[in-house]
């Protein structure tokens, strides 16, 4: 396997290399003066290749440029995609990511990994690491009672509760109601969430545990900013093993 980057994601990169024993290729696309890419064939001999997405504000723009890029490998056996957050993927009432997943199917893409998928598809070409997968080491053989901080988050949360083997509870945010809070009493909660914006629901299920009883309130949120890719680097080429 080779791991083909941009030179943002190269220290990431470069860990994955380690840990996979496997060559890095630093890839450079420039653009006219029209912003135009000026995208290069790059040539593989018969190699499977791991390409890196880079999270990045102008995500429009690097999606584009990254179709360009997948259509130029040549003689690759195969190519997988790592794309920490898939565009559009929070779009719940929006057909938006259909398109994006009907666009990297059509340039011959494997498979995609990616960190915690905000709505879970069930789609197999999407291979989502799920938060158990990054942070639930640190919890196992702890008393701690997971929690989702909206409906959105059960089914990561749940996960998380059953690789942790502890107990689950659903936080209505619109209802402010906390699900089977007895159970909480005295103990250290666990929020497990996504994406964090504004915190307010983060924020909201907080007062709602401890005004319930909690001990204690811990979060975890998985993010894809590259300084948390780079931290988690081993769990998440680990999590990508299972399926290369």
């Given at each position: 396997m080779i791991i083909l980057h941009e030179r943002i994601m190269a220290e990431f990169a470069n860990l994955l290399a380690k840990d996979f024993c496997c060559a890095t290729y630093c890839m450079d696309v420039p653009q006219f003066s029209n912003n135009e890419f000026n995208v290069a064939p790059i040539y593989i001999d018969d190699d499977y290749v791991l390409l890196l997405f880079p999270n990045t504000s102008d995500i429009n723009t690097q999606f584009l440029k990254y179709c360009f890029i997948i259509q130029n490998i040549c003689n690759a056996r195969g190519i997988d995609l790592f794309?920490?957050?898939?565009?559009?993927?929070?779009?719940?009432?929006?057909?938006?990511?259909?398109?994006?997943?009907?666009?990297?199917?059509?340039?011959?893409?494997?498979?995609?990994?990616?960190?915690?998928?905000?709505?879970?598809?069930?789609?197999?070409?999407?291979?989502?690491?799920?938060?158990?997968?990054?942070?639930?080491?640190?919890y196992v053989n702890s008393d701690v009672v997971v929690i989702a901080p909206d409906l959105g988050a059960k089914h990561r949360a749940q996960a998380f509760a059953k690789f942790?083997?502890?107990?689950?509870?659903?936080?209505?945010?619109?209802?402010?109601?906390?699900?089977?809070?007895?159970?909480?009493?005295?103990?250290?909660?666990?929020?497990?969430d996504d994406i964090r914006d504004t915190g307010r629901t983060i924020s909201l299920a907080t007062k709602a545990l401890y005004s319930a009883g909690a001990s204690q309130v811990d979060c975890c949120i998985s993010t894809t900013a590259r300084t948390f890719l780079e931290n988690y680097h081993r769990q998440i080429s680990e999590s990508i093993a299972r399926y290369l």
């Open positions: 794309m920490p957050y898939i565009p559009y993927s929070r779009q719940d009432q929006s057909k938006s990511f259909m398109h994006i997943l009907l666009s990297l199917k059509s340039v011959n893409i494997r498979q995609i990994f990616t960190i915690d998928i905000h709505k879970f598809t069930g789609d197999p070409f999407i291979k989502n690491i799920l938060p158990h997968e990054l942070f639930g080491d640190r942790i083997n502890s107990d689950f509870i659903l936080f209505d945010k619109v209802t402010g109601h906390l699900y089977e809070k007895t159970i909480i009493i005295g103990r250290r909660c666990l929020i497990i």
